[in-house]
């Protein structure tokens, strides 16, 4: 099979796999929303000493919010100091869960690898989406109240400023958050130190493997062999 082939073969899969992944939405909702609550309330269920974070069900069918973030102060006795996050489970961890699993599954490789692959692919997007709601609830817990901030402590102005600025720029992106990340985590879990310098092989000198040859490499998972000069 020619390398043009695979490629087109590549993303015929890719829009496929990802259409049928986001269409599905209406029927995953109900238990994505819940592993996505469970997943940030066991990840992210302290801030610091007197900081608690829960993940709750959004009271109203609504379109795009299904999960309220409810964080509470209980540093001070006798008052519930608490600040609410709505979030979306879809725009915070099925839109890039798909991604990853659309370009793990539409990649050219044999079955056993490509499995292995999804495996790490799912265990690093789920990272991912922790860390994104850790930063955004940093960010928004770090916000003061009129009188009193709600986790307790302030942050240092260096350390706010940093942290709204991954914000601002990458956590508040969908396009980043969705499309970008997933595609580096693609990377990592799909390709491998062989593949990688397969695939660099042209630019760091030596023998040039040819498009065949790496396309045969790259569709039974076998190693390329050099042309013989």
């Keep these: ?9 590549f993303f015929v899969r890719l829009a496929v796999l990802y259409a049928v992944l986001i269409a599905a939405w209406p029927l995953m909702k109900s238990s994505y929303s819940a592993f996505h609550r469970t997943l940030g309330a ?3 269920s302290r801030l610091g000493e007197h900081g608690t974070v829960t993940f709750e069900p959004w009271p109203e069918n609504d379109p795009v919010r299904d ?3 409810v964080m509470v102060n209980t540093s001070v006795p006798d008052a519930r100091i608490e600040k609410r996050m709505p979030i ?3 725009y915070t961890g099925y839109f890039p869960t798909v991604v990853v699993i659309s370009l793990i599954l539409a990649t050219p490789l ?10 790490i692919g799912l265990l690093l997007v789920n990272l991912f989406i922790v860390a994104w709601l850790g930063v955004s609830i940093w960010d928004d817990i770090s916000d003061p109240l009129p009188q009193i901030p ?8 260096w350390l706010k400023s940093a942290i709204h600025f991954i914000v601002a720029n990458v956590v508040d992106s969908l396009v980043a958050c969705s499309y970008v990340v997933p595609v580096f985590l693609w990377i990592v879990a799909v390709f491998g130190r062989k593949d990688r310098e397969r695939l660099l092989q042209p630019f760091i000198g030596g023998s040039v493997v040819t498009p065949s040859a790496s396309t045969a490499a790259i569709g039974s998972g076998e190693k390329a062999t050099p042309p013989t000069p």
């Design 88 to 90: 979306s489970a879809r």
């Design 67 to 69: 999960t309220m973030v």
């Design 110 to 119: 044999p079955w056993p690898r490509r499995l292995r692959a999804l495996g």
């Design 150 to 157: 709600i986790h307790g402590f302030i942050l240092s102005p």
């Design 42 to 44: 066991t990840c992210l």
């Design 1 to 9: 099979m020619t390398l043009q082939r695979l490629v087109i073969g």
